[in-house]
């Protein structure tokens, strides 16, 4: 005999997915208005607003600092986090309990508190340049994603196998690469995906940490929203949105969602 749905509960999950969906659609409406202003349901269909977001100087100079700075800090945090995580599930006995608590603070303190800490000892302090100052931002803001999903996929990796194959006489370090970071492969590029879009839509440490002349994507849709009522914010939400979309095609082409879960 076979179950069925109760109508409640049918009612109650389309409900849940018009809330979420419910807000792009929306966003994407308001970015094909033909109007000066932002507006649902449109009054009429164009992609004026799309190309004005490349007519401007601004959004296209925080686009690529945005893209180089989310690259970055994120290969940053990898280098350092893989590593890390390693150490934390190959040691886990002989390191002290609290040091894994150690790699979750930038996300138990509030980023505000975060980046003013950076403005005042990095920037101010050691006069860094904004760049770098804001690359360390992220890299300490991403940074426990990356320990965390790395980690994830070393809780269930037999390093039986990588002392078999240093017993035979494989090098610690070769081994490493060959035996140990294939396996976690699906780990780390969940967790590069994770860290680049949490820092390319970072708002809070990025307010403390830009300077004159040098931005971040949303830092300009915070000052332009300041000044403008125009469906460009809407249209640059749908480019973020895209963006994500082909992030998560190129993975499900090349490794498969189902790859990633396991």
Not at 163 to 169: F, I, K, Q, R, W
Request: one cysteine or more; proline letters at 6%; aromatic letters at 10%.
């Amino acid at each position: 005999m076979t179950d069925r749905l109760h109508p409640a509960l049918i009612a109650f999950a389309v409900l849940v997915y018009f809330f979420l969906m419910g807000p792009l659609v929306i966003v994407i409406g308001a970015a094909l208005s033909d109007t000066g202003y932002l507006t649902f349901p449109p009054q009429g269909l164009t992609l004026h607003w799309f190309e004005r977001i490349f007519e401007m100087s601004a959004f296209r100079r925080t686009m690529v600092t945005s893209f180089q700075v989310a690259t970055v800090s994120t290969c940053c945090a990898l280098l350092i986090g893989i590593p890390t995580a390693y150490a934390l599930n190959r040691y886990r006995v002989q390191l002290p309990g609290w040091l894994s608590t150690l790699f979750v603070l930038p996300v138990l303190i509030p980023e505000i508190v975060l980046g003013f800490s950076l403005l005042r000892s990095i920037q101010v302090g050691v006069g860094l340049p904004v760049v770098s100052t804001l690359i360390i931002g992220h890299t300490l803001l991403v940074l426990p994603y990356a320990v965390r999903v790395i980690s994830a996929s070393l809780a269930s990796f037999d390093f039986s196998i990588e002392e078999a194959a240093v017993s035979l006489g494989s090098p610690p370090i070769k081994t490493f690469f060959t035996i140990v970071l294939p396996n976690v492969r699906a780990g780390v590029i969940a967790a590069f995906i994770l860290a680049f879009i949490t820092s390319i839509n970072d708002v809070s440490i990025s307010l403390f940490l830009t300077g004159p002349g040098i931005s971040t994507l949303p830092i300009q849709i915070l000052a332009h929203v300041e000044q403008f009522f125009d469906p460009v914010i809407a249209s640059v939400s749908v480019l973020l949105m895209v963006l994500t979309v082909i992030v998560m095609a190129v993975v499900e082409r090349t490794l498969g969602l189902t790859f990633l879960a396991k």
